[in-house]
Nanobody, 121 residues
């Protein structure tokens, strides 16, 4: 089994900063990419940022220049540094990982349970 666990959400004032972390663990043979998505009630889940095993990064337009995704050397843990936060960044942030378990025949997508980020004065 593979587990994806987020941490670091909370309440922050507009203009403030926050860092989210995500750890993937379990019977993984390969981890191809990790990323963050966010969702607010009534809206579809949207891309925040992704990073591949090779270090290639991709960002959603609304966070470009304010958020930075990075991964640890072991590749199974990553951070999302968020600065200049806005009220519209308020959402549940979900960690995503794509990989393959030992002896598995195909790749899988794994999701965390989400962590709430609230940007409010």
């Amino acid at each position: 089994q593979v587990q994806v666990v987020e941490s670091g959400g909370g309440l922050v004032q507009p203009g403030g900063s926050l860092t989210l972390s995500c750890q993937a663990s379990g019977n993984l043979a390969m981890l191809y990419a990790m990323g963050w998505y966010r969702q607010t009630p009534g809206k579809p889940r949207e891309l925040v940022a992704t990073i591949t095993a090779g270090g290639d990064r991709n960002y959603g337009d609304s966070v470009l220049g304010r958020f930075t995704i990075s991964k640890y050397n072991d590749g199974n843990k990553m951070n999302l540094q968020m600065i200049t936060l806005r009220p519209e960044d308020t959402a549940v942030y979900y960690c995503h990982a794509r990989g393959r378990e030992v002896a598995a025949q195909s790749d899988m997508d794994y999701w965390g349970k989400g962590t709430l980020v609230t940007v409010s004065a």
